[in-house]
């Protein structure tokens, strides 16, 4: 019991840990306009971004998933949504400009949502599955019900 206590714990410590680091990174450009200097292509690449207004758009879908990690709603989804800029950060920081900073924060994202995301993939489960019936999201109840598809069937299919 205390073993899982104990791992409960890093994980709550981990995840208000990210969400306080996208919610500073979402607020610190929505109040101020912050845009840290990126040095080469990689800098290139965050002008070209900010010009389309995707990079606007990250740093405040950034803030929102930081609220949603901090206060422990939803958390999968903000995981889920933000690991494709997890990623991309994790790629730009690591390979594209390596300088010490960034050698730092992209493989540190990376990590935080990687770990994140697998201490709460048993929820994912119905993903890895083979076969799956279909399930409306207003009928997902049904989907902790063992023997789903038999239920299904017996109520006379879709």
């Known amino acids: 019991m205390a073993q899982n206590k104990t791992l409960?714990?890093?994980?709550?410590?981990?995840?208000?840990?990210?969400?306080?680091?996208?919610?500073?990174?979402?607020?610190?450009?929505?109040?101020?306009?912050?845009?840290?200097?990126?040095?080469?292509?990689?800098?290139?690449?965050?002008?070209?971004?900010?010009?389309?207004?995707?990079?606007?758009?990250?740093?405040?879908?950034?803030?929102?998933?930081?609220?949603?990690?901090?206060?422990n709603r939803f958390v999968l989804l903000a995981l889920i949504l933000e690991m494709p800029a997890t990623v991309n950060i994790f790629w730009l920081n690591t390979f594209i400009v390596g300088m010490p900073r960034q050698m730092f924060t992209g493989p540190q994202e990376l990590f935080l949502n990687g770990v994140l995301l697998l201490a709460y993939s048993g929820y994912l489960g119905a993903a890895l599955k083979p076969r799956?019936?279909?399930?409306?999201?207003?009928?997902s109840r049904r989907a902790y019900k063992d023997n789903y598809a038999e239920q299904i069937r017996s109520e006379g299919g879709l």
């Open 8 to 71: 409960y714990l890093i994980i709550t410590w981990i995840r208000l840990f990210f969400g306080a680091h996208l919610l500073f990174s979402g607020g610190r450009y929505i109040l101020t306009g912050y845009v840290p200097e990126i040095p080469g292509i990689g800098g290139e690449w965050a002008a070209a971004n900010a010009a389309i207004g995707l990079y606007q758009a990250v740093k405040y879908i950034e803030f929102v998933f930081g609220i949603m990690l901090l206060t």
């Open 132 to 139: 799956l019936e279909p399930l409306w999201l207003w009928n």
